[in-house]
């Protein structure tokens, strides 16, 4: 079945530590977007792709790092700079751009919890 | 920022229809209202989406006003599987890229047996 996946979808680290979550898609989906969320918060941006081999930074991405070298993968890094990481990380991916009626809806992963110790 | 106001929480009896409203008073002529809920740690799911009639599909109802101020989204019988957070965002869509969603904290509707 197409869908996102990622993965881990739990995952403890200590401090100081980089981490890299996967967020793999079968959808053919050219763009994709990585969320966090805290606890009773909404979604926030972190970084997003439109295309292979670009992404743009969102309204968090400091203390991240991501790379779009296949369309199907957007691997999102947690890097030691990021000061509050544990958090619930959310995968989504939109169709091509929209062109008439085609609004580009996102489809999210299950998400992937990080703690970090 | 979100440009949406919802309020932060709601019930519903279970098999009443729930309402939820969201206020978008500074929508722009060619942004959608676009609805999404989250069950509790999963990722959102997209619902529906408008432009300015009022449109239906198999999960919910979407009531556009008039001058796009303001929608309410229209579960029609709410079941206990439909307790979620309900995100209202508004987007620019349609020969303009894949602009990401912003969202708000949305409203939390918990449907009471």
């Not at chain 1, 606890?39 to 400091?62: H, T």
């Not at chain 1, 999102?76 to 991916?93: E, H, I």
């Not at chain 2, 440009?3 to 709601?10: A, E, F, L, V, W």
């Not at chain 2, 009022?54 to 919910?60: I, K, L």
Request: aromatic share 10%; with cysteine; glycine share 8%.
């Amino acid at each position: 079945d197409g869908g996102i996946t990622q993965s881990p979808k739990y995952l403890f680290r200590k401090e100081g530590q980089n981490v890299t979550l996967s967020c793999e898609q079968n959808l053919n989906h050219d763009a994709m977007y990585w969320y966090r969320q805290d606890p009773g918060q909404g979604l926030r941006l972190i970084y997003y792709s439109q295309i292979v081999n670009d992404f743009q930074k969102g309204d968090i991405a400091e203390g991240y790092s991501v790379s779009r070298e296949k369309k199907e993968s957007f691997p999102l890094t947690v890097t030691s700079a990021q000061k509050n990481p544990t958090a619930f990380y959310l995968c989504a991916s939109s169709p091509e751009l929209p062109r008439g009626d085609n609004t580009g809806e996102l489809f999210f992963g299950e998400g992937s919890r990080l703690t970090v110790l | 920022d979100a440009k949406t106001t919802q309020p932060t929480s709601m019930d519903c009896a279970e098999g009443r229809a729930a309402n939820l409203p969201c206020n978008h008073s500074t929508i722009s002529g060619n942004e959608y209202v676009y609805w999404y809920r989250q069950i509790h740690s999963q990722g959102p799911q997209y619902i529906i989406h408008g432009l300015k009639n009022n449109e239906t599909n198999e999960m919910a109802s979407l009531i556009i006003t008039e001058d796009r101020k303001s929608s309410t989204l229209i579960l029609p019988h709410a079941t206990l599987r439909d307790t979620a957070v309900y995100y209202c965002i508004v987007r620019v869509a349609a020969n303009s890229g894949n602009t990401p969603l912003v969202f708000g904290k949305g409203t939390r509707l918990s449907v009471i047996a």
